[in-house]
């Protein structure tokens, strides 16, 4: 839906568009894992980790301990445990893809 500023100018810029268009937070799936050892306490403290997710031609998955030189050959990487700004195209494509992501994975900005 376009806000009655935008139908006022009918030369829509790039800024204006920006804010029409929603963005959003992305925040990559988690799992919850304890640190590597063999001391009782490593049995009951978890950490949050990170799951990174890769686009591949039209195909999401998601990537586990990935090297640095690995991921210049995705078309499109989300480095797990980071927030990364997306629109509304990637959002939807980002579900879509089966992966583990959904709404509760963005917050609008």
Do not use: C
Not at 14 to 24: G, K, P
């Amino acid at each position: 839906m376009i806000d009655g500023r935008a139908r006022r100018n009918s030369s829509l810029t790039v800024s204006s568009l920006r804010r029409i268009m929603a963005d959003y937070v992305f925040k990559t799936p988690t799992v919850r894992e304890g640190p590597a050892g063999g001391a009782r306490l490593f049995y009951f403290y978890k950490l949050d980790r990170g799951i990174s997710i890769a686009k591949s031609g039209a195909t999401y998955s998601q990537v586990r301990y990935v090297v640095d030189e690995d991921v210049a050959d995705y078309d499109e990487f989300y480095r797990g445990g980071y927030n990364h700004i997306v629109n509304d195209a990637t959002k939807a494509a980002l579900i879509a893809g089966g992966v583990g992501v959904t709404e509760a994975n963005f917050t609008a900005i």
